[in-house]
């Protein structure tokens, strides 16, 4: 009670009632100032915390997709390239033969220093190559994208030839129609330098895999969706999709509607 008279008097002191003309309008405002020290409302702050965590939650989901991007590997993706160094041009790898020639010192020796390594083998794991020399570790690389990959000293390394020659395309059926397989017919293929083969899968999700034979200089590539029914019957999707190999190797779509008619295909 005198923490409440307290307030009382603190408030009236602020207000016009130190000079005796109490109102109606006066008493509630005194009335707000003592309540407004006795309660404190939690509600906005909880609110802005939980938004701050989603906020962060989906913040972070989305950097590991960024960061997760796959990459199709094979040991056999480094026979015959050249890795050239992006800070420095005469730091370079190359494969060829069963051999790792290395090239390193570009600003002290002209030509650079080479060292050749013989009976190479590589290993993959995930988006990784290990590269070794008969039984000895030389280097692992990481492949960031088709035509690039960094050592473990960060140096990235750039090749003008693909270092996959496999396009992976996967399709996750969230339709309400039930789907047998599916099928990528190519659009523009006689603009594209390279040989396509779809192959139709009926396992779930629906995957099919495209087999790429990149040449130098990518294209963007046209598809059209058929998609084989359960019964058998075939619908082509009114809406193509597009493929473009100068980024990425794996390709995730998503088939969606609720009717034969309406089904779409797109990317999330």
Do not use: C, W
Not at 77 to 98: I, P
Not at 204 to 214: C, D, G, M, Q
């Amino acid at each position: 009670m005198d923490e409440q008279l307290k307030g009382l008097r603190k408030a009236m002191n602020n207000t016009v009632f130190h000079k005796k003309n109490f109102g109606e309008h006066q008493k509630a405002v005194v009335r707000l100032s003592v309540n407004k020290k006795r309660k404190v409302n939690f509600a906005p702050a909880i609110i802005i915390i939980l938004f701050l965590a989603v906020s962060s939650i989906l913040g972070l989901s989305y950097m590991n997709d960024k960061q997760s991007a796959d990459y199709i590997t094979a040991k056999h993706d480094l026979e015959e390239q050249h890795f050239v160094n992006q800070r420095h041009s005469q730091h370079t790898l190359h494969f060829y033969n069963n051999e790792l020639t290395i090239s390193t010192n570009p600003y002290y020796t002209n030509p650079p220093d080479s060292t050749v390594y013989k009976n190479i083998s590589v290993k993959t794991e995930g988006d990784q190559y290990f590269v070794y020399s008969g039984k000895e570790h030389l280097m692992t690389l990481q492949k960031i994208a088709p035509r690039l990959v960094k050592d473990e000293d960060g140096n990235v390394f750039s090749t003008q030839k693909y270092l996959s020659n496999l396009l992976a395309i996967e399709v996750v059926n969230e339709s309400d129609v039930k789907l047998k397989s599916i099928e990528f017919l190519v659009m523009n293929g006689e603009e594209f330098e390279g040989t396509l083969i779809s192959k139709q899968l009926s396992k779930f999700p629906l995957t099919t895999k495209v087999e790429v034979e990149r040449s130098e200089f990518h294209r963007k590539v046209e598809f059209q969706v058929i998609v084989t029914l359960a019964d058998g019957g075939k619908h082509t999707l009114n809406q193509t999709i597009f493929l473009d190999g100068a980024y990425e190797d794996l390709y995730l779509f998503h088939i969606v509607g609720t009717t034969v008619e309406n089904l779409t295909i797109e990317t999330k």
